[in-house]
């Protein structure tokens, strides 16, 4: 056997040996060390004698007490934050609605079994909206699909602007008429932004547009401002035409929606709805998709706050509000699977609530339009306008 085959076999065996004498070499050096100060007594502290040693004895239970109780209460705070997170995250990502339907009918199951179903709670058993206020009506027969705590009085927001639009429109003004934004056209109330200084000049009709198209609050005050007898002469002109129309749930103190006070409910807003669906300008202005517009050589580009009208919505007139005390608000007027429908939505929560509960009305209209039409009660409709 050559030296190379010998030196190869026996590595192994040379490299275990001299691991072997490593860590006996460590221990031997390290051990005893450790030993001795595992083995040295410590020094004991005198015990405090006297009114100020346990004085100062008390004052550290005392620290360490209040060091726990803070702790505890962390604690807790984290807890707390975690657990609103968690139910806020839930809520945004939860599963699909028929999942919470189906554990509804199964928790009822018992209550539904002991009576026969009426064709309205046939119809919201299958339909849940987050909106506090919901109306959905055929418009062609006036029948009711759908009724959510539609009488009860809120905020309204910006659907103000389509009161707004008729009472300016009944007076058949000069739609050529250039118009100047002032300061009274600042918002001081919340404060809301806008790209309309004073100054800039547009006529009668691009405002009208920005009010209807983007919500531009300078828009629509500037309206109201020129509205023959002013402001008060404007609102007092919606709140006459509200009466008119049979809306007598309907409350307007300003001309733009900012101000909470200006309320309805949402079988009031669907009179308005088919009253303003007369207006080919409010049709038009509501239902576009952008607008540019020029003042002082800057060229402003506004863009329609529903993003359902780019999003394959046929839609005939539109309408969104929001603002802290009402919610987000939504008008919707257009054909839905081959059927003319209007929603009003009151009070939705977080953004694109609204919108996400008006693609389930007309995912539920699509997918069972047969019982959805049939549930309705024949005898119930919706008064036209006046």
Known sequence: MSLSQLLFRHCGTLGWALRRIVLGACLAVFAPVALAQTTTPRAVLPSPHGRRGRDASHRAAHRRR???????RRLRRIYRTTHQRHVAWSRQHRAPRAHFTRHRRWVHRAHVAQRAPTPRSVLASRLAVDAQSAYVVDVDSGAVLLSKRADVMRPIASLTKLMLASVVLDTHPSMTQVIHITSDDIDRLKWSSSRLEPGMAFTRR????????????????????????????????????????????????DPTGLNPGNRSTAADLMRLVRAAAEYPLIREFST??????????????????????????????????????????????????????????????????????????RAWLGREPAAAFAAITPGVRVPGPG
């Open 66 to 72: 209040v060091r726990v109780s803070h702790a505890r």
């Open 288 to 361: 576009d998709r952008s607008r540019r517009v020029v003042a002082r050589g800057q060229t402003l580009m506004y863009r329609n706050t529903d993003h359902l009208v780019t999003d394959g919505w046929h839609l005939v007139l539109q309408k969104t509000g929001f603002i802290n005390e009402a919610g987000h608000c939504l008008i919707l007027d257009g054909p839905m699977d081959g059927r003319h429908v209007a929603v009003v939505l009151l009070g939705d929560p977080g953004g694109y609530a609204d919108f996400a509960d008006a693609e389930h009305i």
């Open 206 to 253: 691009e405002l009208l547009n920005l009010a209807l198209m983007s919500s531009e609050n300078r828009a629509a005050h500037a309206l109201a401002r020129h509205y023959p007898g002013g402001v008060a002469a404007c609102v007092a002109a919606m709140n006459r035409k509200a009466r008119q129309l049979g809306m007598l749930h309907t409350v307007y103190l």
